[in-house]
């Protein structure tokens, strides 16, 4: 029990399930529609430049977002930081990332500006989606979210509508939509955090110190996601990332789950940082346990009705063992995020990151081997939930159970003694 209270550790991992499904079913609400009118080429390209609008996010969520959680944020040389950092990041990678994407003939000039509006809104949206959960206002994200679902699927109904869905609408309607959620957001920030202050004499360094391995460590599953895209698209075909795209859209509830338990176990750790590594370690085992087995009840299930939900949900069936490997994919990233998150919060940011870079590193070699060998797009997922849950394992084995025992020697440890005359005193 993290707060030490039954009915508020309840009530907030409950709040934070629903504030992570809230964001998760308004993109899986667009992404559904779109599986329904858009061609399975122009699908698996929506999957590909919504991947890369995750990647970029991860890096403020991780940057921006961890530090002010973690950080004193009250502090204004800090805070000035996290400004700094916000605008540097989004303005970064709301021109490059559209500029790389079209030089490389991916998109349209069109589609490379809504791109890059989507993504800077997406960023800002985020942090102040990870500002409210440093406060634990879960139920204020859940407002915030559905103002960008609502202003998103409208765009996105009314091309629909006049007959002319197409990528350009779509990444319309995400750019407008997030930029919804920054105007709801600003306002529902509570009024100790609801003020800006002078960049003048940023600590940018200090937060660059705790958020740059937080990042890093943030854009590995997106990152990874990417990547799995990407090589299906040049392994096997365009068509074959669309059909995945379909069935991680199906199974994007296992991995809301998951994510939201994640979130709430990130903000509560940070708020009880002075208890003992074993307490928290003791509540991460009992989480884990919890999540991995409602997970697996809700794949069951998932499955058994794969024939007539998968229908409803994207317009077509999708692949039986594309979702169970999505399904086993959401069950490894269970086992790592507790951990990981755990880790950080201890001081242990960049021996986080090195055990995450060698999991994703081994996800993704397996993934690209197996695409290889078989060309079965199916099986993509699979070979990524190999190295995410062996990582939550290292990390719990080599940076966990240490920090656990070194804890128990300091406690235990009898006071230092001085030697007289061969007499202890």
């Known amino acids: 029990m993290i707060s030490g209270r039954i009915p508020d550790s309840l009530t907030g991992a409950l709040w934070a399930l629903a504030a992570q499904g809230s964001q998760a079913v308004g993109s ?17 390209k929506l999957g590909v430049l919504y991947g890369v609008l995750v990647l970029c996010a991860a890096t403020t ?13 009250s502090d204004r040389r800090l805070r000035a930081g996290m400004q700094l950092w916000l605008l540097t990041l989004s303005c970064v990678c709301g021109v490059l990332v559209p500029i790389i994407i079209f030089t490389i003939g991916f998109v349209s000039g069109i589609e490379a500006l809504l791109l890059g509006l989507a993504v800077a809104a997406y960023l800002v949206e985020d942090v102040l989606r990870r500002l409210l959960m440093a406060n634990l206002g879960f139920a204020r994200i859940v407002v915030m979210d559905l103002s960008v679902t609502c202003v998103a699927l409208c765009i996105v109904l009314l091309q629909n509508v006049n007959g002319s869905p197409s990528l350009t609408g779509y990444l319309a309607a995400i750019a407008c939509g997030q930029s919804a959620g920054i105007v709801v957001g600003a306002a529902l920030v509570p009024v100790p955090d609801r003020y800006l202050v002078r960049l003048r004499g940023a600590d940018w360094k200090a937060v660059a110190d705790f958020g740059s ?8 599953r997106p990152g990874l996601m990417t990547a799995m ?13 669309g059909q995945l795209e379909i069935a991680r ?20 750790y940070a708020k009880n940082r002075a208890s003992t590594v074993a307490a928290l ?15 697996a009840t809700g794949a069951a299930v998932a499955l058994w009705a794969l024939p007539l939900a998968g ?20 069950a490894s990233v269970a086992i790592v995020s507790p951990y990981g998150a755990l880790a950080a919060i201890r001081g242990s940011a960049r021996r986080v990151f090195a055990l995450r870079l060698a999991d994703t590193l081994v996800s993704l070699a397996c993934v690209v081997l197996v695409l290889h060998l078989t060309g079965e797009f199916a099986l993509a997922p699979w ?16 940076l966990l159970v240490p920090l656990k025992r070194d804890e128990w020697q300091k406690a235990h440890t009898n006071p230092p003694y001085e030697r007289q005359s061969g007499t202890h005193v």
């Open 28 to 44: 899986f609400l667009v992404m559904a529609l779109a599986a329904r009118t858009l061609e399975i080429e122009e699908l698996g």
């Open 61 to 73: 969520s991780g940057f921006v977002g961890d530090s002010l959680t973690v950080l004193d944020r």
């Open 213 to 220: 391995w937080r990042a890093a460590q943030q854009m590995l």
């Open 229 to 241: 895209r990407l090589a299906l698209l040049i392994l096997v075909s365009l068509a074959a990332t």
């Open 249 to 268: 859209i199906y199974a994007a509830p296992a991995m809301l789950f998951v994510g939201g338990i994640s979130s709430y176990l990130f903000a509560a």
């Open 281 to 295: 370690l003791a509540q991460a085992d009992r989480a884990l346990l919890i999540v991995l087995g409602i997970t």
């Open 311 to 330: 229908p409803l949900a994207t317009g077509q069936t999708p692949d039986f063992l594309a979702v169970a490997g999505w399904l086993a994919y959401a």
């Open 383 to 398: 070979a990524a939930a190999l190295g995410s849950g062996l990582g939550g394992a290292a990390i719990r084995l080599l």
